[in-house]
Nanobody, 132 residues
Framework: QVQLVESGGGLVQAGDSLRLSCTAS????????IGWFRQAPGEEREFVAG????????FYSDSVKGRFNISRDNAQNTVFLQMNSLKVDDTAIYYC?????????????????????????WGQGTLVTVSS
């Protein structure tokens, strides 16, 4: 059973950068497609970025494309989300999720009600706060 733990959140100013990590234990991490999601106060959880297990294809939401970069290091069982040019609107709790079957493109079109059905493993989240 894969367990995911996010880290790297914090308080930053608009325009700053931050790198989040999603570290897995307890399973064959290298075979999992991993997605980053976020949930702002009062909003539904939404897809941010995803990376497939083979090959390392990535996919981004329009709101972060060109500013965020997702990568993975299977030797460290970790997926990273490098967030640059942060905006106040990026403030949210960021979650990573993993699944062996759901593709990253599939992750991007799921509704929030479908997340737990199609994504087997979730982390507890890490808070990112961007101040103006």
């Amino acid at each position: 059973q894969v367990q995911l733990v996010e880290s790297g959140g914090g308080l930053v100013q608009a325009g700053d950068s931050l790198r989040l990590s999603c570290t897995a234990s307890g399973g064959t991490f290298s075979r999992y497609n991993i997605g980053w999601f976020r949930q702002a106060p009062g909003e539904e959880r939404e897809f941010v970025a995803g990376i497939s297990w083979r090959p390392n294809r990535s996919f981004y939401s329009d709101s972060v494309k060109g500013r965020f970069n997702i990568s993975r290091d299977n030797a460290q069982n970790t997926v990273f989300l490098q967030m640059n040019s942060l905006k106040v609107d990026d403030t949210a709790i960021y979650y990573c999720a993993g699944d062996r079957s759901t593709t990253v493109q599939g992750m991007s079109i799921l509704t929030s009600e479908q997340y737990t059905r199609y994504l087997d493993h979730w982390g507890q989240g890490t808070l990112v706060t961007v101040s103006s």
